[in-house]
């Protein structure tokens, strides 16, 4: 079986031929997010993926939950996603959709990590270096992990910048035992 990234994946992808068909890319992104926020629900979700319930009864709890919330192509698409009990994937087909809108723009996404909260002066310096950086507009996904101490980190898709006082420690630990055992190698 296919892992659910991969099957979300392929659900988006399909999602976005339609979308980019039908020229409403902006409209599909906002219906997946509402669609995923209100199947988010444990006690929805167990409805809707019943084996006990009719299909016909579970397709009709879809129908009333996202009747005028969302256009009938993602309500159908729902309704794919819970007859094949892969409704669980709608939150990562969402999100994936997300990501193709935002390659086919351009857009790439940074998750900055601060100790505590930025500034707003903070953000744009932030947002003018990546920028910079990757030539492309950025999207900012600010988090704050106290744990860091002091400083930042950016996760710049599979790129990891840490300019954190926690990962200056790590590595000046690290440097301190990889001289302890080149200094116990030498003999000294």
Not at 20 to 40: C, H, I, K, P, Q
Not at 79 to 91: H, N, P, S
């Amino acid at each position: 079986m296919a892992r659910p990234t991969t099957a979300a994946r392929r659900y988006a992808e399909a999602a976005f031929q339609l979308a980019t068909r039908d020229r409403a890319v902006d409209a599909w992104r906002r219906d997946l997010g509402t669609a995923a926020t209100m199947l988010g629900d444990e006690r929805v979700a167990r409805l809707i993926e019943d084996p006990s319930r009719p299909f016909a009864d579970r397709s009709e709890i879809v129908d009333r939950l996202l009747r005028k919330r969302v256009r009938p192509a993602v309500a159908n698409l729902v309704r794919l996603l819970a007859r094949r009990g892969r409704l669980d994937l709608i939150a990562a087909v969402s999100a994936e959709f997300g990501r193709l809108v935002n390659i086919e723009r351009g857009i790439v996404t940074a998750i900055v990590t601060a100790a505590a909260p930025l500034r707003k002066d903070e953000l744009a310096a932030v947002d003018k270096r990546l920028r910079a950086m990757t030539g492309k507009t950025v999207e900012l996904e600010v988090r704050v992990d106290p744990d860091l101490i002091g400083g930042l980190t950016v996760r710049l898709g599979d790129r990891l910048i840490d300019a954190s006082v926690r990962g200056r420690l790590e590595r000046l630990r690290d440097q301190l035992i990889a001289g302890g055992r080149s200094r116990a190698a030498l003999g000294h």
